[in-house]
């Protein structure tokens, strides 16, 4: 059965993105998470597909997948992309985008999905191919917890204060982990990789 895995860049304290939900990358104006440093050839290496296409082209990538075949976001996630110009962020994946506000994909290559999240996922993980990756949000991400089979997070060394949560809850609830990999690099980047207890 294919694994879901919430690979997902994180500030120490939490957050993924802004209050705004705007691009944390530091390349983009604003930006707080490193894109460049010496976690990024590794990360470029073992999850190329995890690389927006417009970024792949600009920097020669040519690697197939090694981890995934499909992604998963919300829609406010989606919308990043389509801020720049793209409605499909990541052409060498399936893109499944979780929205209730939204009624028709702007590009065929692109499923919108409206229907219960966790059924979606179970349903996705009875089909034959690679690993499924939610690439973000914080909401889509707390309806999927029960259905995340590995948590992969890069840590950036910076404190933001407020934003979009890395689980979007404000309910107390004690879930348990088992750190399964680690990886610290000079540039101050963490990379973490959790099961469930």
């Known amino acids: 059965m294919r694994e879901l895995t919430y690979f997902i860049a994180s500030?120490?304290?939490?957050y993924v993105a802004d209050p705004s939900g705007g691009d944390p990358t530091d390349l983009s104006p604003g930006g707080f998470f490193l894109a460049q440093g010496d976690?990024?050839?590794?990360?470029?290496?073992?999850?190329?597909?995890?690389?927006?296409?417009?970024?792949?082209?600009?920097l020669g990538i040519d690697a197939e997948n090694r981890v995934f075949d499909t992604v998963l976001m919300g829609?406010?996630?989606?919308e990043l992309g389509l801020e720049h110009g793209h409605t499909n962020a990541y052409p060498r994946l399936r893109n499944l985008v979780f929205t209730r506000t939204l009624a028709e994909s702007p590009d065929p290559?692109?499923?919108?999905v409206?229907?219960?999240?966790?059924e979606r996922v179970r349903e996705l993980k009875r089909e034959e191919g690679l690993g499924i990756w939610l690439c973000g949000g914080g909401s889509l991400a707390e309806s999927l917890w029960p259905e995340i089979d590995r948590l992969v997070v890069k840590v950036n060394p910076v404190v933001i204060g407020a934003g979009v949560k890395l689980f979007a809850t404000d309910n107390f609830a004690v879930r348990r982990l088992k750190l399964t990999d680690h990886q610290v690099y000079e540039?101050?980047?963490?990379?973490?990789?959790?099961?469930k207890a």
Do not use: C, N
Not at 11 to 14: I, N, Q
Not at 75 to 78: N, V, Y
């Open 114 to 118: 409206s229907t219960d999240p966790v």
């Open 109 to 112: 290559t692109v499923e919108f």
């Open 39 to 58: 976690h990024s050839v590794p990360l470029l290496t073992a999850y190329p597909e995890t690389v927006p296409g417009a970024v792949r082209e600009a």
């Open 11 to 14: 500030s120490l304290d939490g």
């Open 75 to 78: 829609r406010k996630s989606w």
């Open 187 to 195: 540039s101050g980047v963490a990379v973490l990789t959790y099961r």
